[in-house]
């Protein structure tokens, strides 16, 4: 089982920043592949960003690519995700997951441990 917990969302105006954190607690974090999500109300839940066991290979879906960066620090059994030039669009919940394999993934079904989300809302 892997636990985790995002923290770092909240309001912020149009063209803002945020760091979202997701602290895991649990298996050894370093084995797990892990993935940003986000849900807006009355969506389906979207892939935003993935990042492989080492970091060595990250992937951005095509709405956050060169806003966004994600991060992890295995040291620290956390992932991050550094949120530039935000769009009310961007307004969701977001949610990390753990994968048990180390590469991508770019699906929910794709993941098995998720946290409970943090809200981020964007005003214009």
């Known amino acids: 089982q892997v636990q985790l917990v995002e923290s770092g969302g909240g309001l912020v105006q149009g063209g803002g920043s945020l760091r979202l954190s997701c602290a895991a607690s649990?298996?050894?974090?370093?084995?797990?592949?892990m993935g940003w999500f986000r849900q807006a109300p009355g969506k389906e839940r979207e892939f935003v960003a993935a990042?492989?066991?080492?970091?060595?290979?990250?992937h951005y879906a095509d709405s956050v690519k060169g806003r966004f960066t994600i991060s992890r620090d295995n040291a620290k059994n956390t992932v991050y995700l550094q949120m530039d030039s935000l769009k009310p669009e961007d307004t969701a919940v977001y949610y990390c997951?753990?994968?048990?394999?180390?590469?991508?993934?770019?699906?929910?079904?794709?993941?098995?441990?998720w946290g409970q989300g943090t809200q981020v809302t964007v005003s214009s």
């Open positions: 990042i492989s066991w080492s970091g060595g290979s990250i």
């Open positions: 997951a753990a994968r048990p394999s180390g590469g991508l993934g770019y699906a929910s079904y794709e993941y098995d441990y």
């Open positions: 649990g298996r050894t974090f370093s084995n797990y592949a």
